[in-house]
């Protein structure tokens, strides 16, 4: 019982939390990575709140929680690292696929950050 509150209470700690970063906050404005071959735009609203990836999938264990603190490469993605640990045809569609460059690399309707 007393077990349960407790998780309850976690929960709710969680589920604010998570509100907060959300809420007019970091997380509402998308990631775009520079890159010549087109730009790469990662949407935690997507992710978390469409396909439902919880922050421990991806902090600390894949990324860090500061844009611009990871520095990976193509070839590590498409080695199972970073975006590459779901992005490998099973969890995500696969970024070695050349059918699929272009859902991440945008060559058009760019924006200046
Ligand atoms: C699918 C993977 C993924 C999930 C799930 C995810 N994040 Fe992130 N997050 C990232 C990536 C990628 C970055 C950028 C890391 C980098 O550039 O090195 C990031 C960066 C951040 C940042 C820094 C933003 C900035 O502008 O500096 C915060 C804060 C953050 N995440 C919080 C969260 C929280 C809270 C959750 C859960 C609600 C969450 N993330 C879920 C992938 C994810
Ligand atoms: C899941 C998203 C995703 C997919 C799919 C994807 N990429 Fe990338 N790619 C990235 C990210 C993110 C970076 C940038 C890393 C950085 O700048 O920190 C990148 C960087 C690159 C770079 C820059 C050089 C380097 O190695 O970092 C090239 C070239 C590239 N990708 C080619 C491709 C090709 C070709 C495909 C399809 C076969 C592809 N990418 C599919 C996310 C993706
Ligand atoms: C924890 C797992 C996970 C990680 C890590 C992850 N993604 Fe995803 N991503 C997903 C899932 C699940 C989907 C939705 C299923 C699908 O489209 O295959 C998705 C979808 C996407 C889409 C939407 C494509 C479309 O057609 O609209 C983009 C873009 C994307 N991811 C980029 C990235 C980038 C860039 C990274 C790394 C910075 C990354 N993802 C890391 C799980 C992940």
Same mark, same amino acid.
């Not at 935690?44 to 603190?69: D, E, T």
């Not at 696969?94 to 309707?109: E, F, L, W």
């Given at each position: 019982?007393?077990?349960?509150?407790?998780?309850?209470? /976690?929960?709710?700690?969680?589920? /604010?939390?998570?509100?907060? $970063?959300? %809420?007019?906050?970091? /997380?509402?404005? !998308?990631?775009?990575?520079? =890159?010549?071959?087109?730009?790469?735009?990662?949407? +935690?609203?997507?992710?978390?709140?469409?396909?439902?990836? +919880?922050?421990?999938?991806?902090? #600390?264990?894949?990324?860090?929680?500061?844009?611009?603190? !990871?520095?990976?490469?193509?070839? !590590?993605?498409? =080695?199972?690292?970073?975006?590459?640990?779901? +992005?490998?045809?099973?969890?995500?569609?696969?970024?070695?696929? #050349? %059918?699929?460059?272009?859902? $991440? +690399? %945008?060559?058009?309707?760019?924006?200046?950050?």
């Amino acid at each position: 019982m007393k077990g349960a509150k407790v998780g309850a209470l /976690l929960l709710a700690g969680g589920f /604010l939390l998570v509100a907060g $970063c959300f %809420k007019g906050g970091v /997380l509402n404005r !998308d990631l775009v990575f520079k =890159n010549k071959n087109g730009d790469v735009v990662f949407s +935690h609203v997507y992710h978390v709140k469409v396909k439902k990836q +919880h922050c421990s999938y991806c902090h #600390p264990k894949l990324f860090k929680k500061r844009f611009g603190a !990871d520095k990976f490469t193509m070839q !590590d993605i498409w =080695n199972g690292k970073y975006c590459g640990a779901c +992005h490998n045809g099973t969890k995500a569609f696969d970024a070695k696929n #050349p %059918k699929n460059c272009s859902r $991440c +690399h %945008k060559q058009t309707g760019r924006e200046k950050q």
